[in-house]
């Protein structure tokens, strides 16, 4: 167990937490939430002992180890597949495979894990740092913002390889979704000081609101009192048969701690200022190709698709694929190779991305960078934009060149935000953002009156935002008419099937013997994969069994109101009745036979889970 007792920090005068106590027991993963700058980093760097504290103390077993995330780039080796063995321990060094089953989860092929480190982009190469740190055995792993170069398949891989690790975890993420399927406690700094509770972050805010409530009342309450017994003193006090009890009293008022108003804490609150649009049609894409030279190979090829009002359509895949470039082609920063983008000659479009923060004037302040979109705006209007994204005041005045990539990101958004606009374009808009952040981004897309082409990774917007998809895979892009659940239900990841297929196949043959740990965790693994598998197919044969059996309740009514019919001789209705009632035996074979087929791919696919469980659980 690790224990932190009391302990203070600030940094430039600016206090980050003070007497902040909690301890890490065991096996247990926490979820470290709070604003950006408000000391989530620092607490890291204070566990793993780069940072000390201004006071109190912070105990730590002997022999524990502590793996921390790292942004910073360091390779030694010339292989990727060599750079992640070296950080595993001695003993575990003739078992390789789980280095190379750790890298295929985080997106690397079989070739790229014999290319030189240095050669892939530097989210790529933060992935090789997460995973020698997810392969080293450590006791306490501190991850801070793990997912940020992570693309979908590859953070539903990161989660099923959390939940199933043995030792603790703290994790900084601004996805909330993903926080919550791998915590089991939430650590919060708030009001400068350290909270910890056992639960998700909605029972962690809510507790915060309730109590924080009860202190507000219970401050209003003691206020009043406080007066009531002032006026009372104030009162008696001079009187000689009342002074003994204006004594008491004031002896009573002294004990009584006075309590402070909360302190109003600024909230990220934006809206997105939607544009009348009255066309039913926004935009057109057909057949779309993009390459980068004219003869290579396209990155992606024959996208089509429509855009009308109020629509919410995200583009998801793997990285690499073209995502974020297919977003700057339909801003016009790109020209296709081939097919056409048609759009309203009136359509105004809000385009966000990352990359777009080198076209901020570092000479400006955040104001005047504002002002620019819209030199009319009235000033007010563009300070109330300022201080929705947390630049009140005097902080609206600070240089772009002195921001974070956060505050940049935020100026960014507030660009948008100054601009009437009929669709808006956003890539990967939460990087950057803390998690309250985002959920106040999240509500503001879904509450934006025109439509939204977004990319990202983050499946708490996904299965919120989503009413259609792009899904870029090793098939090329395809439309998808349905939420993110659906997708999830009919299709699903095909890439985690093909990850877990060459893992089995790796172990088969590279791992004669199977030590007692490793089985274990290659058994939970297996059994979580397979109820992954199986879900889909187990919520189609519910929807089928459902549907049969309404059809089946509604051929009996059907009969039923067929005699009635019959006694009263309602010749209408007994022809509208016997044809409804020739029909629907039909419909309930055709269900029972698409019910047949989905069962029996249910049976094989679980039987072959259970075959290779089997295979692992008999190995020696």
Known sequence: MIELRDISKSFGGQELFENGSFSIGSNEKIGLVGRNGHGKTTLFSLINGTLSA??????????????????????????????VYQSMPHSDLDNTWMAEKVLHGLGFTDQDMLRPPQEFSGGFQVRINLA???????????????????????????????????GELILITHDRCFMDAVTTHILGIYRKKLRKIKGDTQRFYDQIAQEEEIYEKTRVRDERKRKKTEVFINKFRAKARQAGMAQSRIKSLAKIEKKEKLESIKTFNISFNAAEFGAANMMNVTNLSFAYEQHSQPLFENVSFRIGKRQRLCVIGKNGKGKSTLLKVLAGHLNPINGSIKTHPKLEIGFYAQTNVAELNSERTILDELKSVDPDALGQRVRSVCGSLLFSQDLALKPISVLSGGEKSRVMLGKILLKPTHLLLL?????????????????????????????????????????????????????????????????????????????????????????????????????????????????????????????????????????????????????????????????????????????????????????????????E
């Not at 002997?62 to 597949?81: A, E, P």
């Not at 893992?503 to 013997?513: C, D, G, H, V």
């Open 132 to 166: 020698k740190i997810l392969v080293s055995e450590v006791n306490l792993l501190l991850l801070d913002e793990p997912n940020n170069y992570l693309d979908v398949v590859a953070i539903r891989w990161l989660i099923r390889f959390l939940n199933q690790w043995s």
């Open 427 to 619: 890539d990967e808009p939460t990087n950057h953002l803390d998690l309250e952040s985002s959920e106040a981004l999240c509500e503001a897309i879904d509450n934006f009156e025109g439509s939204v082409i977004m990319v990202t990774h983050n499946e708490l917007f996904l299965d919120r935002i989503a009413e259609s998809l792009l899904i870029f895979d090793g098939q090329g892009v395809n439309f998808f008419d349905g939420t993110y659940a659906d997708f999830l239900a009919k299709i699903g990841w095909q890439d985690e099937e093909v990850s877990l297929k060459s893992q089995t196949q790796k172990i088969e043959s590279n791992a004669p013997f199977i030590d007692r740990k490793t089985r274990k965790r290659l058994i939970a693994d297996l059994r979580h994969d397979k109820s992954k598998a199986l879900k889909p197919l187990e919520i189609q044969i519910t929807d089928f069994e459902n549907k049969i059996s309404d059809l089946e309740n509604r051929l009996k009514k059907v009969n039923d109101e067929l005699v009635e019919a019959a006694y009263a001789s309602d010749a209408q209705t007994i022809a509208a009745l016997a044809k409804e009632s020739k029909c629907l035996p039909a419909q309930i074979d055709e269900h029972y036979n698409d019910l047949d087929k989905i069962f029996q791919k249910y049976e094989i696919l679980k039987q072959e889970f259970e075959e290779k469980i089997s295979d692992i659980e008999t190995s």
């Open 54 to 83: 201004d006071s109190g103390t912070i105990v730590i077993p002997k022999h524990y180890r502590i793996g921390y995330l790292k942004q910073d780039i360091s390779f030694s080796q010339d292989t990727v597949v060599k750079e």
